[in-house]
């Protein structure tokens, strides 16, 4: 299945957003680190659905593997 672009887009700006707060992160780095990450290939290659779950989920997954 795929998700509307400009949809996705808005739901990748909330999750790099609440990435950035939770970090405390610049917006540009948290930006650059989720567009270089294995959850954003994931999500926009619409593996298991992943663009259904909730910004906070994706989120939580971006941190895990920032930490990682």
Known sequence: MTANPILMQKKYARIIEQFSQKENLSLDDA??????????????????????????YLTEELISEYNG
């Open 31 to 56: 930006l650059s680190f989720f567009y270089h990450s294995k959850t954003y290939r994931l999500i926009s290659e619409g593996v298991s659905d992943l663009h259904c779950m909730s910004d906070e």
